[in-house]
């Protein structure tokens, strides 16, 4: 239940990210404004879900590998997204019970549901922060108070970076964000590219821009990998999510690419 407080800064008649997101993966905390903008993208670009879907097996992918083969304990999970099934809080501390995690996203319902669900095993610790990914210093000022930023920390940015259209803003974000934190941390990207159905896409995003909350951008596989300048790609690179480490599961290829490296 959304709290009357947040109630008031929710605009339900415009759709937003996390929303939409939620809607096509199943869920049901999201409004009108969120459904008509999917159903008017799932017109004529249906592998949509199938990308949202594949994008979440993605997470939970790389969230094991950092846990577990990694050794990871510390996540910074930045455009959390409203939560639903396998979170990386859920993820990493079935592996390590004792993993803290900090999530990060700025839309009032998903504070709430955060609030409410996100809740640590007792052996680590979850917390959220109310910010935008543009504020870094909020962001590692409040994140500092869960986790210890002197010790290696994996920082997640899922569907994310693509609301920050400015190139250079979106670099500059992240070389703050990998430059907060010690060698053997970890950098995982995911982001929209044209690489499967260039077609689709370009409308889409057309059409999210010109009634969306925020606007958002795609990047070419080669602008992606950029993010991870000076870091220790990790095998298979930067490709379609659907292929990263895919453990048998339905390989086809999703709009979103992504990539894992770790700071040397």
Known sequence: MVADDEIAKLDTTVAHSARLWNYLLGGKDNFAADREAAEQVLAF??????????????????????????KVRQFLDIGTGLP?????????????????????????????????LL??????????????????????AAAAETLDLSQPVAIMLLGILNFVVDDAEAQGIV?????????GSYLVISHPTREVNPEAVDRAVQMWNAGGAAPMAVRTPGEIESYFDGLELLTPGVLTVSHWRPDGNDETPASEFCGVARKP
């Open 45 to 70: 670009m249906p592998e949509l879900v199938q990308s949202a879907r594949f994008n979440r097996q993605f997470l939970g992918r790389a969230v094991r590998h950092l846990a577990g083969e990694a």
């Open 119 to 140: 809740t640590s095993r007792p052996e680590g610790a979850t917390d959220y922060i109310d910010a935008d990914i543009r504020d870094t210093a909020r962001i590692l």
């Open 84 to 116: 639903t099934a396998d979170n990386t809080h859920e993820v990493a501390q079935h592996t390590a019970p004792e993993s803290r995690v900090v999530y990060v996203d700025n839309d009032p319902m998903v504070l709430v549901h955060a609030r409410a």
């Open 175 to 183: 070389r703050t964000l990998v430059d907060a934190v010690p060698s």
